[in-house]
């Protein structure tokens, strides 16, 4: 019969040479990445108006002004909707999210509604009933499309909304540099180095993320949000104008090196923070069995 070889270098085995069990692979700058919805459909809703601008300056003035109103309108609908979708995928991504200040999709669906009824009125030649249908259709059809925007808090039951609005405050920064660092590598050119620094970008928004669910966690954390990410951040920007300049690849090393140990003590901050919650969690657990020993409710035997 046939037997599966194994061993302690094989797949599932006790490791390496000392026994102990391997190390975890590095986390990808794609792990947990989902496909955004903010393309496809939506682009299609930037290239659907286009014709009116034919229709625009084949009629007269009336017609001119109705089908760049529409036009105008239709456009305006499909960024609203875009920006809509890019808000609800950063509100599912976080476990505790304030909603959108403004329902982006919700009015991308009235302004679709009103830029088809103003198209539809410039080519009906004075008949109400169709520009009106063309308005309904469009916006029930939209908003079925789409969908709503998310039209309540998530996560935030206990939690101190202002200490929630801090930490939005200290991550969109955090995100400031991340952005800057991969602005300032895409001019170096090497794609080695952007993963690299990918892959450092996906362990720093873990802490994002740690800190965004427990927002106590933020002074703990400021440091790594604002000054180390700073600091990161001044340094890559350095770094590629060096690379660009000269191809020092003693440079690359000592960049390489910066972001491995920027690496290991963000994952390290990350996990130290999530056994503080774990400990508190065991606190409460401990304080709720004392109440209920003192109140003599035990569990049955």
Do not use: C
């Not at 991504?93 to 009824?117: C, D, E, Q």
């Not at 709503?148 to 540099?177: C, M, N, Y």
């Not at 104008?241 to 960049?255: L, M, P």
């Amino acid at each position: 019969m046939a037997q599966r070889f194994g061993g302690k270098f094989s797949p599932g085995g006790a490791g390496g040479p000392d026994g102990k069990p391997p190390a975890p692979a590095p986390k990808g700058p794609f792990e947990g990445a989902r496909r955004t919805r903010a393309g496809g459909r939506v682009n299609l809703l930037f290239l659907a108006p286009l014709p009116l601008v034919w229709a625009a300056f084949t009629t007269g003035p009336t017609g001119l002004i109705l089908n760049l109103g529409a036009l105008g309108t239709l456009l305006l609908a499909a960024w609203l909707t875009r920006e809509g979708l890019i808000a609800q995928e950063a509100y599912e991504a976080r476990k505790v999210a304030r909603r959108p200040a403004f329902p982006r999709k919700i009015a991308g669906s009235v302004l679709t509604g009103i830029g088809l009824a103003v198209a539809g009125l410039a080519s009906a030649g004075g008949d109400m009933l169709a520009p009106v249908a063309y308005g309904i259709v469009g916006t029930i059809l939209h908003f079925l499309a789409f969908g709503p925007d998310p039209l309540h808090d998530k996560g935030a039951e206990g939690i101190d909304t202002f200490q929630t609005d801090r930490v939005a405050r200290a991550v969109d920064e955090a995100e400031k540099h991340l952005a800057a660092m991969t602005d300032a590598m895409l001019r170096a050119n090497d794609r080695q180095l952007m993963a690299r620094l990918e892959r450092f970008q996906a362990v720093a928004r873990d802490l994002f993320r740690t800190v965004e669910n427990d927002p106590r966690d933020l002074t703990a954390a400021r440091k790594y949000l604002g000054v180390y990410l700073l600091g990161a951040r001044d340094a890559t920007i350095k770094f590629a104008e060096i690379w660009t300049r000269s191809r020092d690849t003693q440079a690359r090393a000592d960049y390489e090196a910066l972001l491995t140990d920027l690496e290991q003590n963000f994952a390290a901050r990350t996990q130290k923070l999530l056994l503080d919650d774990r400990s508190d969690l065991t606190v409460e657990i401990e304080v709720l069995r004392e109440r209920l020993d003192r109140e003599g409710v035990h569990p049955q035997e």
